[in-house]
């Protein structure tokens, strides 16, 4: 029998961390060594147990997440991270996906797509589940969710590229045009040009999928 994949779970809210338990407890490739609803906790608890993936709410009680996130990354760089979250606003997506984290699930996922979420980030890539990518049918089950098989190959120019990055920091048109000095209607055809070279469908699923083809850095500079 192979050994189970130890998991550690940070979260506020006692219902999910409960939820979460209930569904690796019935798998015995999982085993859940702690949970808890603090941050300072998961800090001690992650270093104490080690385990393969620590799942960590966004609402857990104490420090900053982005600094608790930061913290358990670099003293435990071996560890997976598996952020879970209610919120799908593209600026805060982009700022935890920035940090390097290797998955990143809402709480609408369903349980197949957190186990795959797990198999995935063990197996060295990232995983983002359908409630953040918005994937058709026919991509989510051609790419398992790992965006590995776009299609076509995508082109950009370097205006675009440069729009693209502000995209990400959560700029409206406006703001951007006037940061890089072209018309708010400039900005708004080239982002309804990136949409459709990256078949997406909102500003989470733009920037998502650029991160995927790598225009855009996971890793802060």
Partial sequence: MSTPVNILIADSHYLVRQGLRHIFDNKEEFRVVADTDDYQAAVALSLTYQPDVIIIGLNVLGAKAIDTIAYIMKNLPKQKILVLDSNENVTDIVQILKLGVHGYILKQCDEPEIIDAIHVILRGKNFF?????????????????????????????????????????????????????????????????????????????????????NFIALTQS
Wanted: proline share 0%; aromatic share 2%.
């Fill in 129 to 213: 589940c359908s409630n953040v990518l918005k994937l058709n049918n026919d991509e989510a089950n051609c790419c398992g969710n790992e965006l590995d098989c776009k299609h076509g190959v995508i082109n950009l120019s370097d205006r675009e590229i440069e729009v693209l990055e502000l995209i990400s920091q959560g700029l409206t048109n406006k703001e951007i045009a006037d940061k890089i000095f072209l018309s708010s209607h400039t900005i708004a055809t080239h982002r309804k040009n990136l949409m459709k070279k990256f078949q997406a469908k909102n500003n989470v699923d733009l920037v998502i999928s650029a991160i995927k083809e």
